[in-house]
């Protein structure tokens, strides 16, 4: 089964990393969303329930105090926004692919493929939108490392 884990600030905790995106995008001279949330983003295939991939995202891939996660479900469903998502290019090494692992091990858990990567999503007032042309630009100038990311 591949679980995708998707882990974000809590909605009553500030995102610092999202306000200060807003800020760099305003360099960009792009129109700025009225919010935007970032949330790291796991792909993991193993033959473990869903109940252990809740309790993996809860307990191995998130603070709790701070941030919330879900499985196989976005953070963010129902909301009107544009999402971009970055990931490793095929064959790119990922340092924290190799920490989910042995930490899936220490469980003595076994996966197949690992992945990770990052959503970007940003809210518009229903007046404002942001075009694909501007939100590439944004992806490329702010939030992807070409060499590496797609």
């Not at 001279?29 to 949330?39: D, M, N, Q, S």
């Not at 809740?54 to 953070?75: G, H, M």
């Not at 970055?86 to 790119?92: A, D, L, N, Q």
């Amino acid at each position: 089964m591949l679980y995708r884990l998707e882990v974000g600030p809590r909605e009553d905790t500030p995102d610092p990393a999202a306000a200060d995106l807003i800020r760099e995008m305003r360099t960009l001279e792009v129109t700025l969303p009225e919010r935007a949330h970032i949330c790291q983003l796991y792909w993991i295939e193993a033959e473990f329930t869903l109940d252990v991939a809740q309790r993996l995202a809860r307990e191995l891939f998130s603070d709790p105090i701070v941030e919330r996660a879900t499985v196989n479900e976005s953070l963010f469903a129902g909301v009107n926004a544009r999402r971009l998502e970055v990931i490793r290019k095929p064959g790119v090494m990922d340092p924290v692919v190799g920490s989910i692992r042995k930490a899936l091990s220490d469980r003595h858990l076994d996966a197949g493929h690992i992945a990770t990567g990052r959503q970007y999503l940003f809210r518009y007032d229903v007046k404002f939108h942001i075009d694909d042309e501007e939100l590439m630009r944004v992806a490329r100038k702010l939030l992807a490392n070409e060499c590496i990311e797609e």
